[in-house]
């Protein structure tokens, strides 16, 4: 079955540490996100990539880095740098079906707590 | 900058109607619309191009203004699987899809 899997669901974290949430799909896309969630604030933004090797920062990049080194896989590393990182983390995939027409598919989503 | 949705929550009763707002204050590219229920991820529902007409499928339709930057998702008749957040995503640049901050829909018997 294809589909993006996000690991682990639930995560725990010392403030002060750095941490990699995993992202992978085999749907074969060519483009990957990382969005946060917040309650009453939606999805957000984080980073984007089109291509491998090459990627864009969202709407709120600071505190957060990617990479993507395989098509298959996008991860994101939480840094010490992002002040309020507990939220839930959404990683989606999409590829362009012609004509401007394309939709993405989203991961379960990793819990992220820093206490 | 994120599209403002409106309402920020809603309650119907099994087979009224609703209607969900999106705005931007970009030019877009295209407007998306996803459904999420709660614990789960969000599901594509559709897509509205520009210069397209209105799209849907069996009771849950949506339009696109281009000029005034706005879409619009119908829920005709709902029904109790229609409960969860809807998010409208705008198209400001290629493949870079910024999400509202929802709309809590409720359906209950």
Known sequence: ?115 | QQPVQSPQAVILREGEDAVINCSSSKALYSVHWYRQKHGEAPVFLMILLKGGEQKGHEKISASFNEKKQQSSLYLTASQLSYSGTYFCGTEVGYQKVTFGTGTKLQVIP
């Open chain 1, 1 to 115: 079955d294809g589909g993006i899997t996000q690991s682990p669901k639930y995560l725990f974290r010392k403030e002060g540490q750095n941490v990699t949430l995993s992202c992978e799909q085999n749907l074969n896309h060519d483009a990957m996100y990382w969005y946060r969630q917040d309650p009453g604030q939606g999805l957000r933004l984080i980073y984007y990539s089109q291509i491998v090797n090459d990627f864009q920062k969202g709407d709120i990049a600071e505190g957060y880095s990617v990479s993507r080194e395989k098509k298959e896989s996008f991860p994101l590393t939480v840094t010490s740098a992002q002040k309020n990182p507990t939220a839930f983390y959404l990683c989606a995939s999409s590829i362009d079906g012609g004509q401007g027409y394309y939709e993405q598919y989203f991961g379960p989503g990793t819990r992220l707590t820093v206490t």
